[in-house]
């Protein structure tokens, strides 16, 4: 299966912007064989929130996306992954129905629209303004044969820097891994050390630029083998540019 890493700098609350540049990088994946396409940490909308009623316009309630008026996200990747018969992960602020709840999440979505949620369970930075951290692991979702993680930047990055914290070795074979990561090195160590001690590959989504008070750096994305071997061929700094790698 050919796995896809996706970089692209999206545009404070610019929805509409930010889904039309996040829908060409997946079109061209997809054309380039790619089954599983990861976007980064909260790209429908970008990140610097203020407050829950800075988010709270630009949240979905990611669970009602099969009625009409659904959120447009899910709308958007549901319409896509069918026509491309591919598996989309990206990142959304979420607004939970039943409780009015916000928060940092990240969504995988299969042709067929059956779909996972995960909740970014480590805050960090903007994230303590606005969004509340996720209280259930992430989930496991299947596609292709193959068991796929879910993980959100600060879940390697913050209080807990392991994968194991949230899935045994063993239990995922890809970790499909949306993050707005910032400058630090390329790579972060913590991507190949994961990578390395759960045996499972990690597809490093990342962006880049600067976002108000927020400097991403120059980005870069990359997936990394449990062997810790990187591949980062097509790696752009400062530019929209997808990765590839054929897992086996």
């Known amino acids: 299966m050919r796995l896809c890493a996706v970089q692209f700098a999206p545009k404070f609350k610019a929805v509409e912007e930010n889904l039309e540049t996040a829908v060409r990088l997946v079109t061209q994946a997809a054309a380039a064989g790619a089954k599983l396409i990861v976007l980064p940490e909260?790209?429908?909308?970008?990140y610097s929130f203020m407050s829950g009623a800075d988010a709270e316009p630009f949240a979905e309630v990611v669970s009602d996306h099969l009625r009409a008026g659904s959120p447009r996200s899910m709308r958007t990747f549901g319409d896509l992954a069918r026509k491309?018969?591919?598996?989309?992960?990206?990142?959304?602020?979420?607004?939970?129905?039943?409780?009015?709840?916000?928060?940092?999440?990240?969504?995988?979505?299969?042709p067929s629209q059956k779909?996972?949620?995960?909740?970014?369970?480590?805050?960090?930075?903007?994230?303590?303004?606005?969004?509340?951290?996720?209280?259930?692991?992430p989930p496991i979702a299947e596609w292709m044969g193959k068991k796929i993680g879910m993980l959100i930047c600060a879940d390697i990055r913050g209080k807990s820097d392991k994968i194991e914290d949230f899935y045994e070795p063993g239990d995922a074979d890809i970790i499909a891994f949306s993050a707005n990561w910032g400058d630090g090195g390329f790579p972060a160590g913590k991507w190949v050390r994961s990578a390395k001690e759960n045996a499972c590959i990690l597809v490093v989504s990342n962006r880049y630029g600067q976002e108000?008070?927020?400097?991403?750096?120059?980005?870069?994305?990359?997936?990394?083998?449990?062997?810790?071997?990187?591949?980062?061929?097509?790696?752009?700094?400062?530019?929209?540019?997808?990765?590839?790698?054929?897992?086996?």
Not at 42 to 46: A, E, F, K, V
Not at 115 to 137: C, H, I
């Open 115 to 137: 779909f996972w949620v995960n909740r970014k369970l480590n805050a960090f930075g903007n994230d303590y303004l606005w969004a509340k951290e996720g209280q259930t692991n």
């Open 42 to 46: 909260l790209c429908t909308s970008g």
């Open 84 to 110: 491309l018969d591919v598996a989309i992960v990206w990142g959304v602020p979420e607004k939970e129905f039943s409780t009015g709840d916000l928060y940092n999440s990240q969504v995988l979505i299969l």
């Open 212 to 248: 108000t008070c927020n400097n991403f750096g120059e980005g870069g994305i990359c997936i990394i083998e449990p062997s810790g071997k990187v591949h980062c061929e097509g790696l752009l700094w400062n530019e929209p540019c997808v990765v590839y790698f054929d897992a086996p």
